[in-house]
C-alpha cells in the first residue's frame, strides 16, 4: 500500500529525515516510536503533502502512485488521513457543514439532511462519540481530548484506507483513551485499512497490537521489533545496551 523509499526531508535547512524507508502493506498495524524531536510528526506532515517540508530525495508511493506528485486534496482523496498530534481549530465551520461536503465528494453524490443525520448518528454510535459533537465548530473551545475524540468522528465519516495517528493517546484521560483504543480496533476490524501508530506509551499499542514496531533515530528506522519491543522501550528508554534485534528485519 504505502512505500517510502530513501526518504530525506529537511525543513528550515535542518535535516529531519535522512534515507528514511518504510513499507506498509494492506491491513498492517505499524508504530512507530523515538524521542521527541527525531522527526516522528515531519513524516506524517510529508505523507499529507505539507509545503513546509522539503523533501530532498526518495519516493513516496501509494497504491503505485507516485504520492509527491499530489497535493494535499488529492492524497487525501486516495484514503491518506492525518490525525495530527495537535488538530487545528478551524474557527466558524462545523464539523457537520465540512463532513457533508467531503462525504458528498466522497460518495459522489448528494446526501439530504435526513441521510446524513442518519450516518452522523451511526457513526457517533460505532465511534462512542457524544452526538453533540455532530454540530461543533471543528475542534473550536475543544479542550486536548474532546479534540483527539473529535478527529475519530472525521476517521469514521471519510472512511480512509491509510489511518496516520500521530499521539492520539496524548492529552487522553485513561477512560477515554480506551474507548479510543476500542473504537480504533472496531474501525480495523470492518475496514480495509492500514495504520500507522505514533506513540510514546504502550497503552494502546497493547489494545492495537501492532504488527511491527519501529524506532526512529537520526532521521531514519534504526530498530524494527514487534510489540513487545515497545514494552521494552517503556520499562528501559531508548538508551538501553542490550540491543538484540536487528534493523529493519520486517522487511
Ligand atoms: N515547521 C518547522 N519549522 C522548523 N522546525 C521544524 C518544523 N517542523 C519540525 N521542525 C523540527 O524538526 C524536528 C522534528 O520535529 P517533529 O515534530 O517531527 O518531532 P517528533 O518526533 O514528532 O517529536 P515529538 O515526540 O516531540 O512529537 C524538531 O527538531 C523540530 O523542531
Ligand atoms: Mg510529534
Known sequence: MLEIKNLSVKVNDKIILNNFNLTIKDREIHA??????????????????DLDYE?????????????????????????????????????????????????ESIKGKHLNAFEFANLMNKVCEEACIDKSFIHRGINENMSGGERKKNELMHLFVLEPKLVLLDEIDSGVDIDNLNVIS?????????????????????????????DYVHILKDGSICETGDYLLADEIENKGYNRTNNVRKKNNYE
Do not use: W
Not at 32 to 49: A, E, H, W
Open 32 to 49: 512507530l516510536m523515538g524521542l521527541n524531536g527525531t522527526g516522528k510528526s515531519t513524516i506524517c506532515k510529508v505523507l499529507m503533502g
Open 55 to 103: 523533501v530532498t530525495s526518495g519516493s513516496i508511493t501509494f497504491d503505485n502512485q507516485d504520492l509527491l506528485k499530489l497535493d494535499t486534496t488529492n492524497r487525501a482523496r486516495l484514503g491518506i488521513f492525518l490525525i495530527n498530534q495537535n488538530p487545528p481549530e478551524i474557527e466558524g465551520v462545523k464539523n457537520s457543514e465540512m463532513l457533508k461536503i467531503a462525504v
Open 182 to 210: 476500542n473504537s480504533l480496533k472496531k474501525y480495523f476490524e470492518n475496514h480495509d485499512c492500514s495504520f500507522l501508530i505514533i506513540t510514546h506509551h504502550t497503552n494502546i499499542l497493547n489494545k492495537l497490537k501492532p
